[in-house]
DNA sequence: TTGCGTGCAAAGGTTTTGCATGGCA
DNA sequence: TGCCATGCAAAACCTTTGCACGCAA
């Protein structure tokens, strides 16, 4: 599943530069930097339109942040082992924890036969307090 | 728990208009077309500003929607009854359902008791597709 | 009178869109 | 050649801030 048609070295600079992230996420703000640092420089607007196809075509997973915040995405390419498990945000630090959980997924189902609602593991973001910052 | 100091009837106003909202959610659009309804025209600034402060003194509760989607509030008040309740946003219809569940509840415990994290449902919203969206 | 509260206008931030240019096929 | 891709500039969006005026106490 690929871009839309032509092949240009933005597309290819942005789709190597997104693999290298391996799993961590990423802002628009910091891809752009990483790109300027391999001369690959690509403007800002191409890098919007790529990353949200990217997301469209399920390669990149797109962290949707408040007001103010920039959005957050992450590599998720063809190994889909990222695809059934849920995020967590601490509050206070900003980490990002991934959880992979059975109960994620009975509750998923209890969702979608008690609610009626198939909820969307990639968008839905889990706030609260990590352990780390809880003991502070 | 009041404001800081002065009563007016900006003030007055607002709060009145807040409470008989009910438990229903709102946006600061919405709330400020009932206040032009009621004769009560305030200015958006200070919307903004008293639902912040009403936000921080527990009486409202805030949604933080992502970017270009403006904040949600919801009344609380004193009878705290729905403070251990969920959000599901479908993202078809952008309607966002509550989602009082004790299933819930024992996910909020697994996940503290299992990966040492407090989750907080005032903030997480669960996204997903509603029941009428999903058959069409 | 004192100083907070108000609200207009402008700024702040991210993301989207218009449009002319340039590159892929 | 034909059309998509690119990227600059400007727009769009919600929210916050600056600042002068007005009203509560």
Redesign the interface.
Not at 114 to 120: A, D, E, K
């Given at each position: 599943m690929k871009q839309t048609n032509y092949k240009t070295k933005q597309k290819t600079a942005i789709l190597q530069c997104v693999k290298n992230m391996g799993d961590k996420h990423f802002t628009i703000d910091a891809l752009c930097e990483i790109l300027i640092k391999n001369g690959n420089a690509v403007g800002r607007t191409t890098v919007y339109r790529m990353l949200e196809k990217l997301s469209e075509d399920g390669i990149l997973r797109k962290f949707?942040?408040?007001?103010g915040e920039s959005?957050c995405y992450q590599y998720v390419g063809d190994h889909n082992h990222c695809h059934e498990h849920f995020h967590?945000k601490?509050?206070k630090c900003g980490s990002l924890?991934h959880?992979d959980?059975d109960?994620?997924n009975s509750?998923a189902e209890?969702?979608k036969s008690?609610?009626?609602?198939?909820?969307?593991p990639l968008?839905?973001?889990?706030?609260?307090?990590?352990?780390g910052c809880?003991e502070k």
């Open positions: 949707v942040m408040p007001q959005s967590l601490c509050e924890i959880m959980c109960e994620m509750l209890h969702i008690h609610h009626g609602f198939s909820l969307n968008k839905t973001v889990i706030y609260g307090v990590c352990e809880a």
